[in-house]
Nanobody
Framework: QVRLAESGGGLVQAGGSLRLSCAASGRTFSNVNMKWFRQPPGKEREFVASINWSGGSPSYADSVKGRFTISRDNAKNTLYLQMNSLKPDDTAVYYC???????WGQGTQVTVSS
């Protein structure tokens, strides 16, 4: 079964950092572009960042540019999101996604306190 599993979320104070991981299993994801999305409480899911299959061409939402970094380790079949200078507005459930496969993880909660 092909699946994605996020981890690394938690409660952090404003200005702090977290690193999210997304472990892929069931097939290799080394040839698949990947994305991070988030869904703030009471709002729709929104794009956060994307990266191509080889780890290049990172792209970010304006709201996280300069603070978040997307990366991947294809040898470990794992996607990452390094989040620095966190703000309360970053509070959301974070999801990883393989668009071409139509696969989503179950999400990990990030809560940033002021």
């Amino acid at each position: 079964q092909v699946r994605l599993a996020e981890s690394g979320g938690g409660l952090v104070q404003a200005g702090g950092s977290l690193r999210l991981s997304c472990a892929a299993s069931g097939r290799t994801f080394s040839n698949v572009n990947m994305k991070w999305f988030r869904q703030p409480p009471g709002k729709e899911r929104e794009f956060v960042a994307s990266i191509n299959w080889s780890g290049g061409s990172p792209s970010y939402a304006d709201s996280v540019k300069g603070r978040f970094t997307i990366s991947r380790d294809n040898a470990k079949n794992t996607l990452y999101l390094q989040m620095n200078s966190l703000k309360p507005d970053d509070t959301a459930v974070y999801y990883c996604n393989a668009p071409i496969l139509g696969i989503w993880g179950q999400g990990t909660q990030v809560t940033v306190s002021s």
